[in-house]
């Protein structure tokens, strides 16, 4: 996301804009996967002209980072429930329905498309990559100045390692998470 | 892999454009990633006519999903040291050089790209998932049989879970795999 598209946001038009051309990128993605689709599509399906989407977001890769991250703090904010057991468990299921919901495959499909290693040798993954991880140190920092029992070598890499990959990697491997599996994964983490 | 194609393997020059061919795709995930190319482009650079493409692996899919069981299997054999331990650790070393090599990323993306919700709703991923876990049961089972401890709850999803996941999302989004960090994902594994 750019300074220029952050001030313009609140704008009433602007908004509008902003948010047809984020459901456009929603619903090519869905349909097509990641990067089958051109910046001319998104903004004929969005109602506007090309030149608006490229004026406000640059690219393609910078308007599906900004979609993707738009969507990741929309769906599965950091909880604060007072203690650290439940914060991961709420927080890991906020992000199972995030990423198994009707176009949450895609989503990930995106996240990982924008890895910084990525074809396109993008930076967009790594701010996605960071406002996750940072959302995840910030929960663990609070419960530990609360003093809840915070095992030592449990940070924000231990719960990307232990709960989130296990379910992105289901969900990118097409298989289900059943029911209580969050759990299953936040009880080990613990 | 059609049986077409794997009856003509051993052919002498039906066995190098399988090579060529192989090598024009690995080349072009590389430089381009997954899905952004066409069967005339992987026939342009391997030098042989699409037509004998089609003929042999009858669409572009199928051929992604050959490359990439080829390549998995031939780098990551399953192996048999005697332990489960010892057969945890060397499986887990040789993923981690397979997907930290120079197309490394690109085979993950890949299988993840192939996986059977993808956009291109194609069951080849399931292929590749099925032989993945299929040679991981197989080795647990040898170890039951041989009488090695081995936990109830540890099979090969736990596997996934707990040691492919990890490495496989760390790579996806562009982290570093440390020395050491396979063992210590087995170690909590075990």
Redesign the interface.
Known sequence: MNDGQRARRPGGRSARVGAQVHRAVTELIS??????FTVGEVAARAGVADSSVYRRWGSLEALLSDVALARLNARSPMPDTGSLDGDLRTYGAAVAREITGPDG??LV?L???L??????GLKA??AL?AERMGQLQSMLDRARERGDDVPGSLDALAV???V???M???????MRLAPGYVDE?VD?LL
């Open positions: 349909e097509r996967g990641y990067g089958n495959l895609a499909r996240a990982v498309a890895s910084s290693d990525g074809p396109q993954g790594d990559f990307l390692d232990q989130l990959a296990p992105y990697i289901r969900v990118l491997f097409g994964l080990r």
